[in-house]
């Protein structure tokens, strides 16, 4: 069996690609409101770079848009002049039935103050407003609270910083991610403690108890001569008349950090906050991708590849539900000269997949802990069973008929009809032994992998290709995200091997990167070894000490022997564009992946 990859292609190009967007294609805007909804996306405002006129044409491709703020002309009676200026009302879009509700009855001597550039987001059915602009260009230091079922401003502090669309992006804290337990961002008396995976079988908090825990957190760059990068965790119901905040820039790494972006933008997915933007040098100007990990505060570089190197790429959006950052851009336009007219175009977009990074949502399961409990008792007892599956090794499993019929309805197709030689009940065959046989039906039961013998790799990787083969796509979504959690060295081959059978790019393109990086890393440190030996003339004492010390450098790498024999590839080179070759077997093909 032998696979090749496109040396001119690296691994970044077989999960990126560009595609050309039809339709009413808006015309090149300065300053629009971008939003993505479900799988639409929506251009609100702007002002044309052709003419320089505001528009308030709406392009589209949870229910409802909220739009504050920023520059328009005042309807007001008793206003005439055409002249610019900044706004402070609220209009809310139904996608549904496409019409505009203007909120009239909003208090307003409560109304923060007219503004535009400012930071914006909804959580718990708030819509938090940060910093921005007046029309003559000063900045506001103040953070502003709307309730979206109340119509009302329910909360105003001030801030120490200012904040803009030029230079800021701002994310709200995934609290309900177990994994943010850990994270190092929180000051230790502020970490959460109600936290599950399981968003939907959290206990409800009371809605002041939730509104205590919100937490903002703005990432800023400024200088970009001699870039200042700051992080600040906000929590905005905290505090009388001044915002209580948190300033966690020192926190970051420093081994690989952004560059100044201009116009960032940011949103989370999973716990990693996903900043896009885009950097400009005398030199050399890119759109850039990057992913900040909100538990161990380390950035990395999302690579768009090929698709991002040639053009003008413009504005970043994230799609939490399909791990995927999407860019708006011209393939045939200059940045620069789009970036000094502040620019954005529709005419194209590239879609970066996140999970090869090993950033995505975890899925949304639907039963708690004590249900999955529940329901493996209900499996381990016989007597509430009906019918025996068999497995391929010979053992018979009682179950449910209606339980299997329910959440399995393949099921049906693989009834043996009762035989006394064999059974006095139905039997369902089973195509597997039993260690997968028990763990394919611990999850028809429970929706979940959560049991030791569920999570063991090899039962992982078969799981996922009975989910393929019995079409149960809801196991396929979990396994896969199961096998993202169980990949590291010794199991990388396995998995990558699995993913190419049940064609999950992304975890196959993961798991290559982390075969590849311990290649690299074994020989980087042989070499090292290597010219430490031939640098020296040795006595027999000194000999005898270096092949000591050499043995214990291979010791501690004797876990990446499995890539030596028989070895996966036969040459790589320094970038992510490789030449492999897997061993020969009685089954040979060849596989030459196409980019998207």
Sequence with gaps: ??????????LADYTTRRLETRGEIPPPLSGASITMVKDHIYVFGGRTASRCSMTN??????????????????????ILSDRLCTLNDIHMFDTETCAWVLLNEVETSSLPLPRYAHLSMCENNILIIIGGQTIENQYIYDINLFDLSTH???????????????????????????????????PPEKRPKNSSLLLDTIPPLLKEEKNKQLAVCVYSNYNFSNITRDLQIIYPFQGESQAKSYNRSSL?????????????????????????????????????????DLV??????????????????????????????????????NLLEDYQERRVNYNHLVVVDLESYGIYLPPRLKHSVAVHDIYLQVLAD??????????????????????????????????????????????????????????????????????????????LTKLLLLSDMLNVPCLKEVAVYSLHQNLTLTTARTIYETAILTSEIALQIRALRVMINAKKVLHQTQHHTNAMLDSEHMSSQSSCSDSFSLTLSLSKYSEYSALQSPSPFTNFSSRDSISASLPSSPCTYTMHPTPH
């Excluded at 950035?299 to 539900?321: P, R, T, V």
Aim: glycine share 8%; aromatic share 12%; hydrophobic share 40%.
């Design 252 to 292: 970051m790494g420093r081994q690989e950090l952004p560059p100044g972006l201009r116009f960032p933008t940011g949103r989370v997915i999973g716990h990693h906050f996903i900043l896009t933007g885009t950097y400009l040098a005398s030199t050399h100007n890119a759109f850039h991708i990057w992913a900040l």
């Design 382 to 459: 016989a007597s509430l069973a009906n019918l025996d599956v068999v497995t391929k090794d010979g053992c018979y499993i009682p179950a449910n008929s209606a339980i299997l019929a329910n959440r399995w309805p393949l099921c049906e197709k693989l009834v043996v009809h009762p035989s006394s030689r064999i059974s006095r009940r139905t039997i369902i065959q089973f195509p597997e032994n039993y260690d997968v046989a028990i763990a394919f039906l611990q999850f028809i039961y429970t929706g979940r992998l959560l049991t030791v013998q569920q999570n063991q790799p090899h039962v």
């Design 1 to 10: 069996m032998s696979f090749s990859l496109n040396k001119q292609l690296s």
């Design 57 to 78: 044409d709406l392009y589209s491709n949870n229910r409802y848009l909220v739009v504050f703020g920023g520059i328009g002309y005042r309807s007001a009676p008793q």
């Design 296 to 333: 161990t505060l380390v950035w990395k570089q999302i690579d768009g590849g090929s698709a991002l190197s040639i053009g003008s790429w413009n504005y970043g959006f994230l799609s939490e539900m399909k791990n995927k950052v999407f860019v708006l851009g011209h393939r045939d336009k």
């Design 152 to 186: 009302t401003w329910i909360q105003k502090n001030a801030l120490d910083t200012s904040y803009g669309t030029y230079r800021a992006a701002a994310l709200c804290l995934p609290v309900e991610d177990i994994s943010m337990q850990k994270s190092i961002l929180y």
